[in-house]
C-alpha cells in the first residue's frame, strides 16, 4: 500500500457480511483507508444459504471472495483473521495472532450465531443454519437419512428416519420445511427401491399461533396453506422442552408430546455473535437479551463516536422506539449509512440520523410459491415467487454468480431435479450408529401424547 492512502484516516470494518462489505464498497471513493477483517475469505449470500442445504445451489454460487469483490478497490485491504479484543483507549483491533489493528473509525458488523435460549446441548442434535459449513452438515443429514432407512428393515426405525422436524416458522424455518418436501415428493420418488420417500413426514413447529409472523395474517396463513399442500405438517402454538438423540419433545394446548425423529434442524432464533460482549466489556455498552449492542440513533456506542455497530449485533431503534429487524436489508442500509456518516463526518458536515426504508419482505415457500409483503402490494403463489427470485438474484453480490443462479434455478423448475446432492464427510455409514432398539422412547411413530 503506498504513503498516500497509508496517511489517510483509517476505517477498519469486522465482518465481510452485508452490512460490512456494503460499508466497504461505498467508501470507495472516500479520501480514507479501508480494512476489512473476517475469519473467513468470502462474502456469503446467507438468504439462499438453505438452498445449499437442500441440494438446489452449491456454496460457491452464494458465496464470493471478498479479496475479489473488492481487487479494483484500490483504497481497500482485506485481512483473513480472528478477533481477540479492543484496545479502546489505544484505538486498535487485537488480532488473535498478536498483532493489532489501528483505526481512526471503527464498524463492527460481526452478525450473529443461532440462538438456542440456555439449551446449548441441543446444538448436538439440532443443527442451525448460519454458515456454509451447516449447510454442507445439514444437506448431509436429510440425504443421509434416506439413505440409512433404504438399508434398514426395521419398521419403526425407518419411519423414524423418514421423519425431519424443523424447529422455527420463520422465513429460514418455512423455506426449509418446503425445499425438504419438495425433495421427499418429488426428488427421490423414482431412486430408492426399498422405501417410498414420498412417505416422509415433515413437521414444522413454531411456538407462536402463526408462521411467519412478521409478515400480514393473510400472507401467513397462505404460506401456511403452501406448506400443507406440500404435505408439511404445521404445528404451532407448540413450544419445544426438550431435545435429544431420536426425540423431540413439544407442549402444545396443555399437553405433551414427543416426535420420534432422527434430523432435527433449528431456525427458531439468532443471537449477536459474542464479539459484542468484549466490545461492550470495553466501552460500557448496554447490550439487550440476544446480546445487541444498543447504539444511538447514528449507529453509534454512545460516547463513542468513531465507533459504529451495525447489522446483527445492533440494537437500533427506530423514531418510534420499536427495534430493526435482523435482516439483510437493513445490515445492507446500515452500511451505506455509516460510509456516507464518516465521509460527511471527514468533510466536516453533519447527517441525519438514520432511518430504515423497508421496502417489504419475502418468503419462499417451495419451487414456484412464495409469498412477498411489499406494504403497497401483497403477493403470494406464482407472482410472489417471481417476486422473491427476481429481488434476490439482483442483491447477489457477483454477475457470475447471478448467472449460474439463475441457470441453476431454471434446471431446478423445469426438471425438478437438485443436483447437488452430494453428501460429504468422513463417515459415510452411520447406519451402525443406530441403537439397536429404542425401548426408551414410546411407540408408535406418530406423534402421540405422554
Known sequence: MNSAIENKPR??????????????QKLKNAPVQVTLIDRKNYHLFQPLLYQVATGSLSPGDIASPLRGILENQKNANVILAEISGFDIPGKKVLLADGSHMPYDNLIVAGGSVNHYFGHEDWTRVARGLKTVEDAADIRAKIFMAFEMAERESDHDKIKALLTFAVIG?????????GAMA????ETLTREFRNIDPAQARIILIEGFERILRTFPDGLSRKAEKSLRKLRVEVMTGAIVTDIAPGRVNVTKDGLDYTILTETVFWAAGVRANSLGEILAQNTGAK???TGQIMVNEFLQISGYPDIFVIGDMACA??????PYPGIAPVARQQG???ARMINRKLQGKTIKPF???NLGTMATIGRSSAVADLHWLKLSGFLGWLTWLFVHLMYIVEFENRLLVFIQWAWNYFTRERSNRLILGNDTTPVAKLPARRSELPAPFDIHKQ
Do not use: C, D
Open 11 to 24: 476505517v477498519v470494518i469486522i465482518g465481510g457480511g452485508f452490512g460490512g462489505l456494503y460499508a466497504a
Open 169 to 177: 416458522g420463520g422465513p429460514t424455518g418455512v423455506e426449509m420445511a
Open 182 to 185: 419438495e425433495i421427499a415428493r
Open 287 to 289: 447490550l439487550n437479551r
Open 317 to 322: 431503534q427506530s423514531q418510534q422506539g420499536k
Open 336 to 338: 451505506r449509512y455509516v
Open 355 to 357: 432511518s430504515f426504508i
